[in-house]
């Protein structure tokens, strides 16, 4: 079998079952001596999506560094090093479990003719791919998973150089999934064997990629014969996502939901930035405009007017976090009982209904969902290029349908996690309608910088738990505006009457280092790889090749 570069393997070894181990020929009759390469794709599909979630990959820390979440830990103030557990984890898990294992079935489809699975492994290699390339920028792609080859390790290619090559295997993937009889099965985690909707995938994932070479090539041909084609997402059903269950043996739940609720040793924390600005107390966008996805986004151990076990840093009523950047003196203070965690919609746990209650593994069900890419997400997609010059097109009617989409896709998560919770429903109500008036006129009245903040920042509030995504677009298009402590003048204060027992006062915060426009690479991989770079130094300044 086709093995990755020796460290990852040997890593591996202590932390996951051994991949070479797992297919070696076996002369026990009692065991099998090889694999039917359907088995492959839920591991495939499983482990991809793992590399890239909250609590298990590479969004554990870009979540913070989207300001969605705080932390105590090395991503507060941009710290991430090659030696990031989460991070570590999260190339393992891509390398070893999913594109390892991809490569195999791909050689094992061809070999018995099977469109539907080599179109659909194409078109995972170009995403999983390209999620990397966004994050880190040159990576291990022509050579990776060629030992069979000769080839031990890798060399790193260059970002700008993979890009194109991830079109042509879209493009190879669309036309296996349209020849005659492609059709899958329940192996396939995504769309149980669909070819059709892959397809859409497919060319829904051009689309996203065109938009984020925008700045660097001309892509307004290619993105136009996209929509003019028509066979982009167009349901909330068409996205690509991937539903985690509710068993807990084997463990199938949304790796962010035991972090949150079955541990007594809680790390995240909701930034209050992104608090805020769905709260509609941030001055400078959505003011005053509360947003009605904050019981399904976040839930709230304490009520509203119930003290706390510990002194608070942040507190708005039963809402409790700590900030980005914190020098205060309460920020160290253990609150796993009162701070508020990721609610039903990122991560499959509880609706807040404003009783509080204290967390535990039976809060939730766990069934969340990892949005990789969806309609809502094309949506935006659409009006971002529409309000950047690149298409044609009325902006506002697309932000609209964009913010309508993103509550039905709410509303799709909740079914999904089978709650016993009585939830309501989102879309269409009136709190939302008023809600996307109120976007839609502060839209009306902003210049064409406010206006693609708006977009960006909505698209933002929608990827909740998808931080791959909201970090690339943050670094092409400069927003949403993320919470800068050195803009604050060192001070920040909780919410005037935020806590009910006391008025909380300022809180210092500072952030000495500059915005990464990449992640490290894992120290690992350059202490063993002869063939990797060096380490990156001065990470503000290196930048992926698309982000101009």
């Not at 119930?306 to 942040?314: D, F």
């Amino acid at each position: 079998m086709k093995k990755i570069y020796t460290y990852i393997l040997g890593i591996a070894s202590l932390l996951l079952p051994s991949c070479s181990d797992y297919f070696d020929i076996n002369t026990d009759p009692n065991n099998p001596s090889d694999v039917d390469y359907t088995t492959l794709v839920p591991t495939i599909q499983l482990y991809g999506t793992r590399a890239l979630c909250t609590s298990s990959g590479l969004s554990n820390e870009l979540i913070v560094y989207t300001h969605q979440f705080s932390t105590r830990e090395e991503a507060n103030e941009y710290g991430v090093t090659g030696a990031d557990f989460y991070t570590t984890y999260g190339w393992q898990y891509m390398y070893v479990r999913a594109l390892e294992n991809l490569e195999l079935a791909m050689d094992k489809a061809s070999e018995a003719n099977d469109n539907f699975t080599i179109g659909m492994l194409k078109v995972l290699k170009a995403y999983y791919y390209s999620q990397f390339v966004d994050v880190f920028g040159d990576i291990p792609f022509s050579e990776a998973c060629k030992t069979d080859e000769g080839i031990q390790f890798p060399k790193y290619d260059k970002d700008s150089e993979i890009y194109p090559q991830l079109f042509t295997l879209l493009d190879e993937g669309i036309a296996a999934l349209k020849q005659d009889g492609a059709s899958g099965g329940d192996f396939d985690l995504y769309y149980g064997g669909n070819a059709a909707q892959w397809i859409k995938a497919a060319n829904s994932i051009k689309l996203k990629l065109y938009t984020q070479v925008r700045l660097v090539q001309d892509v307004s041909a290619e993105v136009k014969a996209l929509i003019d084609g028509g066979n982009l997402m167009a349901s909330t059903e068409d996205g690509l996502m991937f539903r985690f269950g509710s068993s807990t043996a084997p463990d199938e739940r949304h790796p962010g939901y035991p972090d949150s609720y079955a541990t007594t040793q809680q790390t995240n924390h909701i930034s209050p930035w992104f608090y805020e600005i769905m709260r509609g107390l941030n001055k400078t966008i959505f003011t005053n405009n509360k947003d009605p996805r904050i019981p399904y986004y976040f839930y709230n151990q304490l009520k509203a007017n119930q003290p706390s076990s510990q002194s608070c840093e942040y507190r708005d009523g039963g809402f409790v976090s700590i900030y980005f950047g914190s020098r205060g003196d309460r920020v160290s203070l253990s609150r796993d009982n009162d701070l508020t965690v990721p609610g039903i919609y990122p991560v499959g746990g509880r609706y807040d209904d404003g009783q509080g209650g204290t967390v535990n593994a039976n809060s939730g069900t766990g069934a969340g969902i990892y949005r990789n890419l969806t309609y809502a997400d094309c949506l935006y997609l659409e009006a971002e290029l529409m309000q950047a010059g690149v298409i044609n097109g009325d902006v506002r009617a697309k932000l609209k349908a964009a913010m309508e989409e993103s509550f039905k896709l709410v509303d799709y998560v909740v079914e999904a996690a089978g709650s016993s919770q009585s939830i309501p429903v989102l879309a269409g109500t009136q709190t939302v309608n008023e809600y996307i008036t109120k976007v839609l006129a502060e839209f009306d009245n902003g210049n064409d910088e406010k206006k693609m903040e708006i977009i960006m920042t909505q698209k933002w509030i929608q990827n909740f738990g998808n931080a791959v995504d909201t970090y690339t677009d943050y670094r092409r298009t400069g927003y949403p505006v993320m919470f800068d402590p050195n803009a604050v003048g060192g001070y920040v204060t909780p919410p005037a009457g935020g806590d009910p027992t006391e008025t909380l006062p300022p809180v210092p915060v500072a952030c000495s280092v500059a915005y990464p426009k990449s992640l490290p690479y894992i120290s690992d991989e350059l202490n063993l790889n002869p063939n990797a770079p060096a380490q990156k130094t001065d990470l503000g300044n290196k930048n992926v090749f698309w982000d101009k």
